[in-house]
Nanobody
Framework: QVQLVESGGGLVQAGGSLRLSCAPS???????MGWFRQAPGKEREFVAA????????RYADSVKGRFTITRGGADYTVYLQMNSVKPEDTAVYYC?????????????????WGQGTQVTVSS
């Protein structure tokens, strides 16, 4: 059984930075991971993805150049470094994992999801 626990959300001013973490448990060493977000009244959308060894990454156009996804440590924790945040980045951010080794952007391909962490950006 795979469990994902997100942390690091909170309130930040526009232009500031925040780092989210996703700690997986279970046999996830070769799982690709991703971050998604969902704002009130909107559908869940892709933010960033990383393959199992951290070499390949994918980003949504809206966050490219501002957000960075990485992974590391013995437990393959995944991080989302959010810089130059904007009010439109406000959402619940979800960590997800799938059993393929490549980075993918489609939510339907992810098998495991965390509980989400709230990110609020004030203007």
């Amino acid at each position: 059984q795979v469990q994902l626990v997100e942390s690091g959300g909170g309130l930040v001013q526009a232009g500031g930075s925040l780092r989210l973490s996703c700690a997986p448990s279970g046999r996830t060493f070769n799982y690709a991971m991703g971050w998604f977000r969902q704002a009130p009244g909107k559908e869940r959308e892709f933010v960033a993805a990383i393959n199992w060894d951290g070499v390949d990454t994918r980003y949504a156009d809206s966050v490219k150049g501002r957000f960075t996804i990485t992974r590391g440590g013995a437990d393959y924790t995944v991080y989302l470094q959010m810089n130059s945040v904007k009010p439109e980045d406000t959402a619940v951010y979800y960590c997800a994992a799938h059993t393929k080794s490549v980075a993918v952007v489609t939510p339907a391909e992810y098998m495991f999801w965390g509980q989400g962490t709230q990110v609020t950006v004030s203007s």
